[in-house]
């Protein structure tokens, strides 16, 4: 069995500023210092650092003790960047104080860089986003376009993926990119169990909606949870948006409207992201047969999985269970249910 060392370790380096948002700063630390072995050893070795090390302040009533300085971008393997409110609205091209953008210039060539809500018009700024499309908070998109014209933005989604470059809309869409970042380096099974140790949502496609503009249905009666739960236990089977609507008890144009105002997605994009997720883990847990992995989770084919598999990820079926297949190293440690 593998043994893994403190230099095996994905190091990831928190780019924080004045005026950062604790939530985000947080997040990062949280989700990539969660993820483990199954003897305990992290995967990720996380740090925070500042441009001048010392005291930083939050956007909240209180400031945070930076220890590190910028030298822990030369190393880092993933730099992310979380917002600061204060500062970054007023970034055009080339607006970054000489300090920051030094720092920015150390990052390896092929180091993962990301950002988190308007940490973007830092990236824009630095011309690390320019080939690249975008996303940030949607208050500040008209903002950010009128700064960057040039960055093709794309104002509702929550994450973009440029490979080496990563964008999240907001703060609570920086949890999912994080998760997604794990869910890329180390597969399903510990991106899962990282966020059922958050309590948190384990996956929301890149391509998902920022926000639902009418609030979510609160009646039992009318909600597509109970339908959903259905959904996932007949993953196998051939559904179809009439099944679906008909177990709802509703029609099909009721269903369609009430799913969307709940999920921010269709019902059947919501079930092929799921059957996706479902491939993956067995992929990663299971030694069923290409087809019958494909079959299992509802795509019927192996030519089917393929591509759909290649579209949501970029990777084939045995491309995907030969680098995260379930390995020793690869597991991790699971809480308990009462915890």
């Not at 003790?65 to 030298?71: A, F, H, L």
């Not at 169990?193 to 639902?212: E, K, L, S, T, W």
């Amino acid at each position: 069995m593998r043994v893994f060392t403190h230099a095996d370790r994905h190091r990831v380096a928190v780019l924080v500023r004045d005026g950062v948002v604790p939530l985000e700063l947080g997040s990062v630390s949280q989700l990539f210092g969660s993820a483990q072995t199954a003897e305990g050893t992290p995967l990720y070795e996380v740090v925070t650092c500042a441009v001048v090390p010392g005291v930083v302040r939050t956007d909240c009533d209180y400031s945070i003790n930076v220890m590190t300085g910028p030298e822990a971008l030369l190393e880092a393997d993933t730099v992310v960047l979380p917002a600061s409110m204060e500062q970054d609205q007023i970034l055009v091209p080339g607006g970054l104080s000489p300090e920051l953008a030094d720092a920015l210039g150390s990052i390896r060539p092929d180091a993962r860089i990301a950002s988190i809500c308007t940490a973007a018009f830092v990236l824009a700024a630095a011309g690390l986003l320019n080939g690249h499309k975008a996303t940030t908070h949607w208050k500040t998109v008209h903002e950010f376009v009128a700064a960057f014209p040039d960055i093709p933005l794309e104002p509702s989604v929550l994450y973009t993926d440029g490979g080496n470059i990563l964008t999240a809309a907001g703060q609570a869409s920086g949890i999912d990119l994080c998760l997604y970042m794990i869910r890329r380096d180390h597969g399903s099974i510990v991106a899962n169990a990282v966020a059922r140790y958050a309590v948190v949502p384990p996956h929301r496609d890149g391509g998902q909606a920022q926000y639902i503009p009418r609030p979510l249905s609160v009646s039992t009666a009318t909600s597509a949870n109970p339908t959903r739960d259905w959904a996932l236990k007949h993953l196998g089977d051939e559904l179809t948006l009439n099944q679906l609507a008909a177990h709802s008890q509703q029609s099909v144009r009721t269903f369609t409207r009430r799913f969307r105002d709940e999920m921010g997605v269709s019902a059947m994009t919501w079930l092929t992201q799921q059957r996706v997720e479902h491939a993956r883990m067995l992929l990663e847990e299971s030694d069923l047969a290409i087809d019958q992995v494909a079959a299992k989770a509802g795509f019927g084919s192996a030519a089917s999985l393929r591509q759909h598999l290649q579209a949501a990820i970029g990777l084939s079926p045995s491309v995907y269970r030969a680098t995260f297949a379930d390995r020793p190293e690869r597991s991790v440690t699971v809480q308990p249910e009462n915890t």
